[in-house]
């Protein structure tokens, strides 16, 4: 069945040359007070334009393409497109149809994929918006390398903000000599001239680090891929987290919602041997952690499923027993509260009568009112100087509670 897309929220002008697109962030958020581009997104078009960098057959490589910045205007091009985000995948999908663009014109991959194995030969262009994450930023390097050649033009974009000397320096290190453009708006180009002869280090990811949590006497080795949250050590909220994971025969479906490297879920899985175990996040890196930190305990001897989603998208309703959840308080570079708002409300929905929706936060993020806003209840389980962990249960009792709509069409 086709589904109507409603009225564009926000539209693009790059400049005559391209045309205007329209897009919209994924997902739709009445009131979207955030672009689903940003200044660099359009220094980078402009440049391509200027210096005529655009040829018809060229190999146009994009890396961490957000909703489409990128790819719609230069579709096309046939551009392949690499990202970690299950969100941005759907955005771009979304964007293609709200700009009558013919979905094939954009290949989007996921981050794990090798991009010299997708574009069959070198890019001629690698453009790339930098990421939050500099570990993130040094697999992607790493992985891009095999499709480049001595010809291939490398242009990277972001907010001057984000962009460092430890930035340019990764970019030294496995690419070759690299420099930056004047800023404009806010925003700053990174040229990067790439060597063939440049002696490179292994791609350290996925790295790991030990649990000092036990399994039968014996630590627990964590497996991390480079866009995983708290990668080289146990945060000091999951930490309290984990030291107040409950255990009871009443959780026969436990989720771990936003999971990260699924250690969560995973010493929750060890505390209830008879519950059922769902991990979601929209990372795919993410995802792939928390598969092989399980199967690395379990092997075969125990499943879970494991969904690359938004959020609770994919689960029944009224079919959890328990979800845990380390909320994320910024969405980019961004702080809102709209992914926790979005959370909260499917767990409510995704929870069976009686069932138990656990948060972590930090303790100025007033998580509390919240879910007391919605369940109509929430205690206090632990906290310390920074975090919280707080328990909200739907309960018949509390149903007159007030229900929050979802901020999504």
Known sequence: MNQTIPTPLNTLVINSATGDFTLNRYPRRKNEKLRAWDASDEYILQHLAEENLLKDGLSLFIVNDGFGGLSIPLHQYQPVVTTDSFLAMQGIAENLAINDIDETAV????????????????????????????????????????????????????MTKNIHMSTMALFEKILGATKTSLARKKSRLIFCEFDENLSVPENPYPDKYILD???????????????????????????????????????????????????????????????????????????????????????????????????????????ASLILCNPPFHQDNAINDDIAWQMFTESKTALETNGELWVIGNRHLGYHAKLKHLFGDCEVVASNNKFTLLKATKNPVNQAARQVPTQTD
């Open 107 to 158: 290949t989007v991959v996921d981050s794990l994929q090798a991009p010299v194995e997708v574009l069959k030969a070198a890019a001629d262009i690698v453009l790339i918006k930098i990421p939050k994450s500099l570990a993130m930023l040094e697999d992607q390097l790493h992985r891009i390398r095999p499709a480049c050649n001595a010809s291939t033009i490398i242009i990277a974009a972001g």
């Open 213 to 319: 949590f036990k399994l039968d006497d014996e630590p627990i080795e964590i497996i991390n891929h480079a866009g995983v949250f708290s990668r080289e050590k146990l945060d000091i909220g999951t930490r309290l987290f984990l030291e107040n994971l409950p255990a009871a025969e009443q959780y026969k479906t436990i989720i771990d919602l936003g999971c990260g490297n699924g250690v969560v879920g995973l010493l929750a899985a060890i505390k209830n041997p008879d519950a059922d175990l769902i991990f979601t996040d929209q990372s795919y890196m993410a995802v792939e952690s928390a598969i092989s930190n399980f199967v690395a305990v379990f092997g075969e001897s125990r499943g879970a499923e494991f969904l690359q989603t938004d959020c609770l998208q994919g689960v029944e309703q009224e079919s």
